[in-house]
């Protein structure tokens, strides 16, 4: 069955960067992209930027376009975002989710990121 | 790009209809058919429960329905259940491999 397992929760000082990762298994990894949503604390649903593991081509909504870097390593079936310059308001859950049809069908568990002095 | 627009709340007692509306503009909701909605519970991950504006994904009640007219598509739960209580997000394709979703919706069961 298809599986999306994320790396565990985080804690970053402002300024720092963090690598989040998400393995996929039970499909072919290089078939399906992957996208990146985050919610922070009681909030809403975020598109944050998407990933071919294909090609590595990637995409990313234009507040992040300076900050965050996804890349991924066919040989784990891994995927990994890396967020720079850490602020208080990147404070939040990340998901990674495989893209089907026009959707996002399978969801990762989630990563909390908490950035804080 | 702004996120779509959605009601903050909607309710409904059990056995009714609640309808949730996304509005956004030509260039993402009314441009694609690449609307899809998701249910989200306290402390879970989303769950897909529409895709391409009114397709439903094995396994999702066909209360579940979803439409789109013009720049706004809307999801429709039937026959509420205690259960449908969650939280809704759509979200749009807006070209150029980018994506944008909703501010969501608070569904509460009556």
């Known amino acids: 069955q298809v599986q999306l397992v994320q790396s565990g929760a985080e804690v970053k000082k402002p300024g720092a960067s963090v690598k989040v990762s998400c393995k996929a298994s039970g499909y072919t990894f290089t078939g399906y992209q992957i996208h990146w949503v985050r919610q922070a604390p009681g909030q809403g649903l975020e598109w944050v930027g998407r990933?071919?593991?294909?090609?590595?081509?990637?995409d990313y909504a234009l507040k992040f376009r300076d900050r965050v870097t996804m890349t991924r390593d066919w040989t784990l079936s891994t995927v990994y975002m890396e967020v720079s310059r850490l602020r208080s308001d990147d404070t939040a859950i990340y998901y990674c989710?495989?893209?089907?049809?026009?959707?996002?069908?399978?969801w990762g568990q989630g990563t909390l990121v908490i950035v804080s002095s | 790009q702004s996120a779509l627009t959605q009601p903050p709340s909607a309710s409904g007692s059990p056995g009714q209809s609640v309808t949730i509306s996304c509005t956004g503009t030509s260039s993402d909701v009314g441009g694609y058919k690449s609307v899809s909605w998701y249910q989200q519970h306290p402390g879970k991950a989303p769950k897909l429960m529409i895709y391409?504006?009114?397709k439903r994904p094995s396994g999702v009640p066909d209360r579940f329905s979803g439409s789109k007219s013009g720049n706004t598509a809307s999801l429709t739960v039937s026959g509420l259940q205690a259960e449908d209580e969650a939280d809704y997000y759509c979200i749009s394709y807006v070209g150029s491999n980018n994506y944008v979703f909703g501010t969501g919706t608070k569904v509460t069961v009556l």
């Open positions: 990933i071919d593991p294909n090609s590595g081509g990637t």
């Open positions: 989710a495989r893209k089907s049809y026009e959707a996002f069908e399978y």
């Open positions: 391409e504006v009114s």
